[in-house]
């Protein structure tokens, strides 16, 4: 069958399974003869032609097609002629979806990578259940109830799979230990296991706080607030809010936390649907972050609750938008969830900032490939490097009540500009990170230092412990000669204080302090950070 001929079909079923519940409702549930059909397809009702064609096929094909398969393939097929964000989800993919958004899932409780085809343990959770069984950092998960998994060039996915199950099920791990020669046998009890959207929350400076959520997830809000009250503590005066790559997530997270830095009757966002209804969003001055000077950080990747939350200051002047212009989101999806797992999230109206732009970027209906690769347009343009690549009609210019100029119709254009830095980028660099020898050797190094790290209850006695290692560096450098990476001395000082920085952090994100301690080694080279920080010190 074609593909042309699929999706006629397909989009067919849809007002097939509306006749066929209709015919049932008024015919009591007795099967319709041929004649029957065609003397209700030849009265009023039955005039158009693919209500007609339907029923026939229906009824009289030569061969039976089922109806259910038929509307997996239809529903898609109809959205993807709308615009690029109307989108059907199978239920297992839906659970997926929702899963990083709903704030828990049942499971073992670790922290793993597969840098080498081996199941890794970086981290344990504390008060998980893995941890109440004796698992470890810098474990080898070996088998999976006696299954191997190690060497099985596993995704990742597959092996999370393995893992994660029903809370009060068991789960046997064998596991190689260093120092044991035989596997050593746990058996978990999988249990809830938060997820949090705050990747980290500390002080970068002694009056500078940086926040990084990756999403807007349920728990978002919540989450903010108790990060804010800890930093607060701590002695901040000004904050770093890091949306980069953050896609988005509930919409009333956005909300909440835009409300929670605004004063009083601040229009935070409006949304209109297809009959001109707007619905107002303004800030009830409650928020315990009004006095607090703010920096956000988005990218090419911030998109729709980042784009909101970001508009919402930016257009009530309330804090610096410091990066690279965002993705582009500015359509609203109602999200309609069937018997079956499944669910569809259709675009019901355009959202828009304070100021009245749409941050939506340019689509056409049916075209999802060119708007997919827009990213890709974006830095051909040069616009990963340069604000003059960037341009904006006249009639996309709005202006704040203090006067600041901001445009719509392509995402956030951020106050401040902070180029993609590939200043010190070498071959030898691009290498040892593309090849994963970089992160590999950070996790042997966890390895023979665990006692150690996980003896740090600090960022400062990481730092002390790390920057006391003086042979680090040389010995990494030794590590990636053996992995078939030569040195190269003069493009290896160029690129020294970008890897040096990265073997902290991701030393360091293998210790208890995880998140926290990467983000604060991986800062001194973060050149947008860096600028949030000059700003927020002005």
Do not use: C
Not at 33 to 45: A, D, M, V
Not at 352 to 381: C, M
Not at 506 to 516: K, P
């Amino acid at each position: 069958m074609s593909r042309g001929t699929k999706r006629i079909l397909a989009i067919s079923t849809i007002a097939l399974i509306f006749l066929v519940g209709w015919l049932v409702g008024n015919h009591h549930g007795q099967q319709l003869t041929g004649n029957q059909i065609r003397l209700y397809l030849s009265g009023p009702n039955g005039s158009d032609k693919l209500t007609r064609v339907l029923t026939m096929i229906e009824h009289e094909y030569v061969d039976s097609i089922s109806r259910d398969s038929l509307t997996e393939l239809a529903i898609p097929a109809i959205l993807h002629k709308l615009d690029p964000h109307s989108v059907y989800l199978p239920p297992k993919e839906f659970e997926e979806a929702e899963e990083p958004l709903k704030g828990e899932f049942d499971g073992i409780g670790v922290v793993f990578n597969m840098a080498t085809d081996t199941v890794i343990v970086l981290n344990v959770i504390p008060s998980g259940p893995s941890r109440k069984a004796g698992v470890q950092g810098g474990d080898r998960i070996i088998k999976v109830n006696d299954t191997l998994i190690a060497g099985q060039k596993m995704s990742q996915i597959a092996v999370m799979k393995r893992l994660r199950g029903p809370r009060g099920t068991n789960v046997k791990l064998s596991i190689e230990r260093k120092g044991i020669d035989d596997l050593v046998d746990i058996v978990v009890t999988r249990d809830a296991i938060p997820l949090h959207s705050v990747e980290a929350a500390l002080m970068l400076t002694d009056k500078v706080g940086f926040i990084k959520l990756s999403q807007f997830a349920r728990t978002s809000y919540a989450e903010i607030r108790k990060a804010l009250a800890s930093l607060r503590k701590q002695g901040m005066e000004g904050l770093i809010f890091d949306l980069r790559g953050n896609s988005g997530g509930f919409l009333d997270q956005a909300i909440l936390i835009a409300n929670e830095f605004l004063p009083a009757n601040s229009l935070i966002v409006y949304t209109e649907d297809r009959n001109g209804k707007q619905l107002r969003q303004f800030s009830d001055g409650r928020g315990g972050s009004t006095d607090l000077k703010v920096a956000v950080l988005i990218d090419e990747a911030s998109a729709s609750s980042s784009e909101i939350l970001a508009g919402a200051l930016q257009d009530n002047d309330r804090g610096t938008i410091i990066g690279r212009r965002s993705f582009g989101k500015g359509l609203v999806q109602s999200q309609t969830e069937f018997h079956d797992g499944s669910a569809l999230r259709l675009t019901v109206a355009r959202y828009y900032t304070p100021t009245g732009r749409s941050i939506q970027k340019p689509y056409t209906a049916g075209d999802g490939e060119s708007y997919e690769h827009d990213l890709v347009e974006r830095f051909k343009r040069n616009e990963f490097f340069s604000a003059d690549s960037i341009h904006f009609a006249d009639s996309l210019r709005f202006t704040t009540q203090k006067g600041k100029v901001v445009y719509g119709g392509g995402g956030i254009m951020p106050d401040i500009f902070v180029p993609l830095d590939t200043l010190n980028v070498t071959k030898y660099f691009s290498e040892v990170t593309g090849r994963n020898i970089l992160y590999r050797y950070t996790i042997d190094y966890s390895d023979r230092h665990r006692k150690a790290l996980e003896g740090a209850k600090s960022v400062t006695e990481l730092k002390a412990l790390l920057e006391g290692d003086k042979q680090l560096f040389n010995d990494f450098v030794q590590y990636a000669e053996k992995q078939g990476v030569k040195p190269n001395w003069s493009e290896i000082n160029k690129s020294r204080h970008i890897m040096e920085a990265q073997l902290r952090a991701y030393i360091s994100r293998n210790s208890d302090l995880e998140d926290n301690a990467f983000y604060y080694f991986i800062y001194p080279i973060d050149k947008t950070v860096l600028r949030a920080i000059e700003e927020l010190n002005k």
